[in-house]
């Protein structure tokens, strides 16, 4: 049998996935913004006020990792951490006046980079690719729990 390691759908999946992440880093660069720090400002501009802990599970980043990033976002100003009044070992992140204020900078930023890469891609091959992604992310899952 053989294997060529750049056939395989998952090393395409990666490939594009690397790709589309240092293309809007590229972006962002002008803004002293990274791609990790984005995500977190993209969920608390959806709804501001979540947990360190909430904002690693939708980041789909490990603690040590979120606290890194939101360790910088702090220290430029656009985050700010909070004692939760539910439990003194958490910490709510609510985003600072300057931090809302990045949304309307770097929205057209990741808009305009949508706009470049699905060039020649129609609105229903992008939804078809979007589900087909969904589809073998949930049976990743789904192999992942049955091994639990």
């Given amino acids: 049998m053989e294997f060529k390691l750049d056939a395989p759908l998952g090393y395409v999946i990666n490939k ?6 240092n ?13 990790e720090q984005w995500r977190v400002l993209n969920r608390l501009w959806e709804k501001d006020g979540l947990t360190q802990k909430e ?9 040590p990792n979120t606290t890194r990033i939101l360790d910088k976002l702090q220290n430029k100003g656009i985050i700010r951490r909070e004692a939760s009044p539910d ?13 809302r204020m990045l949304r309307a900078q770097l929205l057209p930023v990741a808009c305009q980079m949508g706009e470049d890469v699905f060039t020649g891609i129609s609105e ?21 729990a049955d091994e639990k």
């Fill in 16 to 21: 594009t996935a690397l790709a589309l992440k």
């Fill in 124 to 144: 229903e091959e992008q939804l078809l690719l979007k589900v087909l992604l969904n589809k073998i992310c949930a049976n990743i899952d789904t192999i992942s």
């Fill in 87 to 99: 439990d003194r070992r958490a910490f709510i992140i609510n985003l600072t006046g300057e931090g």
């Fill in 23 to 35: 293309e809007l880093g590229r972006r962002f660069k002008p803004y002293d913004i990274t791609v």
């Fill in 55 to 63: 904002l690693a599970e939708q980041i789909f980043k490990d603690q």
